[in-house]
């Protein structure tokens, strides 16, 4: 650990030589991250080290509109600081992330502030790698070998915003990006910079070769930026009930409002089963009235449209139907329905069901036509009430949670065995039937 001792030249005298030697490897720095370098040498000279670091981590965060070089410079500043505060260790990662940042950082000036900082500066700078080879030198070239597509912001598809992109990248000799290597160039709106630099990010590439080994060496990708159709109305619906589903109403609701938009062109059809799907996302938020808003609205247009002879699909007219019964708190005649038990255990009179919750027909498995009866064995006490529960027999893994919740809340009349009541076990069905 090194102590503010190491340092032997005054503050200001420290600031002079540092920023002689830093305003040198930013050649090419835009208006915002320059003016905050600028300041952040001011502070540093006012001996404002907290407000100095808090500037230079403006710019060393990768949202700050900075190049590279200027990221690095931050870095090489907040290393300094860090050495100023007694820690080597903080020191060598600051250092390590600078030249991540730029592999040809220069910093030779700091054996004037402490021999001892200069010496870490040279002991990270020799473990960085230095040498990029050009695609001119090498056989094969490094290229893309596959990743995720860009992903559009739903603005500019709307906007249908398209044209030609430069990215480039850093590949180690293994194929891997290195840190903060990821460049774009020219893209035809900034807001495609943070889903090309995700994509680039995440995806594979094959190092070059120069006589037969692999080299570090820079990659240039032309990307023809064309946007993908936007998704149908439907298809953000159904991504919705995927949403609710898996209990992130708040992104149900948005892709929701999405697929209300003009721009998606949705019909009639579509827009019932949005403003559906809609009534499910706000009562899955406690949001009760608009959702009984939503779904009125949607038995509106059920109606406009049967009064035109337009034939909505089966699964909508499914679902519309549960979710208003849903409401209502009724289950429908041709819904889920619970069977008498059968015993397993000996007993001179079964069980016979008192109450039990309400049985709700998992939507997707609606959607999917799935059907039959689940079996759930249970241990039932002489007070008649379930302790212990397991499914026996099963159409679908996706109706087990339903049937056993039903019979976990269930209450029955005790099972009679030599005139009293007895524990048993049973065998309960619940049917889920089809529309």
């Known amino acids: 650990m090194v102590t503010t001792q190491h340092v032997v030249l005054p503050l200001q005298q420290i600031a002079r030589v540092a920023a002689l030697l830093l305003v040198a490897t930013t050649p090419t720095a835009q208006a915002q991250s320059d003016a905050l370098l600028q300041a952040a ?17 403006v710019v060393i965060d990768t949202a700050t509109p900075a190049s590279n070089a200027e990221r690095a410079t931050a870095l090489l500043w907040h290393g300094i600081i860090a050495f100023m505060r007694g820690s080597d260790s903080l020191t060598r990662a600051a250092f390590r992330a600078a030249f991540a940042w730029s592999p040809s950082l220069k910093a ?9 900082l200069q010496e870490i500066f040279d002991q990270e700078q020799s473990a960085a ?12 070239e490094p290229y893309r070998l596959g990743g995720p597509p860009v992903r559009y912001p739903l603005a500019l598809l709307r906007r249908r915003v398209h ?24 893209p035809p709106d900034s807001a495609l910079i943070g889903p090309l630099r995700d994509m680039a990010l995440a995806s594979q590439y094959v190092a070059g070769r120069v006589s037969g080994k692999p080299v570090r060496a820079m990659l240039d990708m032309i990307i023809d930026m064309h946007p993908p159709p936007p998704p149908t109305a439907t298809a953000l619906a159904t991504d919705a009930r995927t949403a609710i589903a898996r209990h992130h109403a708040d992104s149900a609701l948005a892709l929701l409002g999405d697929a209300l938009d003009t721009a998606t062109h949705a019909t009639e059809g579509e827009r019932m089963y949005v403003l559906v799907v809609r009534s499910m996302a706000r009562a899955a938020a406690d949001r009760d009235s608009a959702a009984r808003a939503d779904l009125d609205s949607a038995f509106a247009l059920k109606r406009d449209l049967t009064a035109k002879h337009v034939d909505l699909a089966p699964f909508l007219l499914r679902l519309a139907d549960s979710v208003r019964f ?16 059968t015993l397993v255990s000996a007993a001179d009179a079964p069980p016979v069901v008192i109450s039990h919750p309400r049985i709700v027909y998992p939507l997707e498995m609606q959607r999917l036509s799935v059907s039959g009866s689940v079996v759930v064995e249970a241990n039932v006490d002489a007070t008649g009430h379930v302790t212990a529960t397991r499914v026996v027999a099963s159409p679908n893994p996706g109706l087990n949670p339903e049937a056993l919740r039903v019979v976990r809340g269930s209450l029955y009349r005790a099972a009679r065995r030599a005139g009293q009541a007895a524990a048993v076990t049973i065998r309960q069905p619940i049917t889920f039937a089809p529309y």
């Open 41 to 57: 040498h001011m502070q540093v000279t006012a001996s404002h080290l907290d407000s100095a670091d808090a500037l230079f981590r």
């Open 108 to 116: 030779n000036g700091l054996a004037p502030i402490s021999p001892h």
């Open 129 to 140: 790698p230095q040498m990029v080879v050009h695609l001119n030198n090498m056989d094969p």
């Open 163 to 186: 044209g030609q992109v430069r990215v480039s990248v850093i590949l180690d000799t293994l194929g891997h990006i290195e840190p903060g290597s990821v460049q774009v160039y020219d």
């Open 326 to 341: 849903a409401r209502r708190g009724v289950t429908p005649s041709h819904g889920p329905t619970m069977g008498a038990p």
